[in-house]
């Protein structure tokens, strides 16, 4: 039998705004170190929003002795502010970043020295070198905004190219996207580990206006028996379970590297999950 319970996994967390998100986090955390994560990562808010709030949570996770990554957006920023926070992430002893170009809240235009996140890995590379583990986002079913899947890969392994260590997707629930991913990532000489973003389904109307958002693809399949559950959340957590389980299994069994989990700052799921994988 293959030894399962040493498969990769690191766990996605984003700044609580009250005390009491900040109380609960801190128990969610406790429970999910459990599995070893490989390392625990905090989104960051673009324009402004809830930067402090994830220096905050990513420190606490340091004095906690576990391994944290911070994201980090360029979009909307100057040279010098990123070089400030650049600063303060090696000052707090923060070793992994994951660098991307973010989305402004409407009202905030645009603007800003970075266009896009090959922009920003390139300056974090030109201004501290190899200190930084640098991931970047990738999009098995091509991101939102782009021309074509084709230049949306392009884009990726621009991003790379620019010094990128290794990538964690964006949710999807089909893995044959992310297969063909890698394997036109591959085919381009870009070969570093990308690493499938999981989201657990705990709540349909949660994940329809995430999904729409984000742009990941809710299977026909998956939609109308989430719709059929209606308010039944037992059932909507069950079939969930069995679904985002399976997808797991598949994703492993193809040989993906590891698994990122978008814990949405809840802990069941994912330990459900990881509990059937037998990690
Ligand atoms: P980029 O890689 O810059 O791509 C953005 C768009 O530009 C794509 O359509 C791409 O095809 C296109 N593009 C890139 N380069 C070029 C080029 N040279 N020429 C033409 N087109 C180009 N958002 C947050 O605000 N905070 C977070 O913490 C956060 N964490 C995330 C974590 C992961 C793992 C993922 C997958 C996404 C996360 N996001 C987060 C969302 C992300 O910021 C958005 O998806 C954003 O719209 C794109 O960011 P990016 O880094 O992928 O951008």
Redesign the pocket.
């Known amino acids: 039998m293959t030894d399962v319970t040493g498969f990769p996994v690191s766990v996605?967390f984003?700044p609580p705004k009250t005390p009491e998100g900040v109380d609960k986090l801190r128990l969610v955390r406790q429970q999910l170190y459990a599995l070893k994560p490989e390392f625990c990562?905090?989104?960051?808010?673009?324009g402004g929003s809830t930067q402090e709030g994830?220096f905050n949570t990513v420190r606490e996770i340091l004095a906690e002795q576990v391994s944290a990554a911070s994201?980090?957006?360029?979009?909307g920023a100057t040279r010098e502010r990123v070089r400030e926070q650049l600063a303060t992430l090696r000052a707090m002893g923060v070793k992994r970043l994951?660098?991307?170009?973010?989305?402004l809240p409407s009202g905030y235009g645009t603007g800003g020295e970075f266009?896009?996140?090959?922009?920003?890995v390139a300056f974090i590379r030109a201004e501290t070198g190899a200190d930084f583990h640098i991931?970047?986002?990738?999009?098995p079913e091509?991101?939102?905004?782009?021309?074509s899947p084709e230049?949306?890969l392009?884009?990726?392994a621009?991003?790379v190219r620019a010094g990128a260590n290794s990538?964690?997707?964006?949710?999807f629930y089909n893995s044959d996207a992310y297969f063909r991913f890698v394997e036109d990532a591959d085919a381009l000489g870009v070969t570093v580990p990308v690493v499938p973003?999981v989201m657990p389904i705990t709540s349909s109307t949660q994940l329809m206006r995430f999904s729409d958002a984000?742009?990941a693809e809710i299977p026909r399949w998956i939609r109308l028996r989430l719709q059929s559950f209606g308010d039944d959340t037992a059932s909507i957590k069950a079939f969930g379970l069995d679904v985002v389980t399976d997808l797991c299994e598949q994703l492993r069994a193809g040989g993906a590297p590891g698994l990122?989990f978008?814990t949405m700052n809840q802990s069941a799921a994912t330990l459900e999950i990881c509990r059937r994988l037998g990690i």
């Open positions: 996605e984003f990562s905090v989104t960051f808010g673009a994830t994201h980090f957006s360029c979009i994951v660098a991307l170009r973010g989305d266009q896009y996140a090959s922009d920003l991931e970047v986002a990738a999009y091509t991101h939102p905004q782009a021309k230049s949306d392009q884009a990726f621009t991003k990538a964690i997707t964006q949710y973003g984000c742009g990122h978008y």
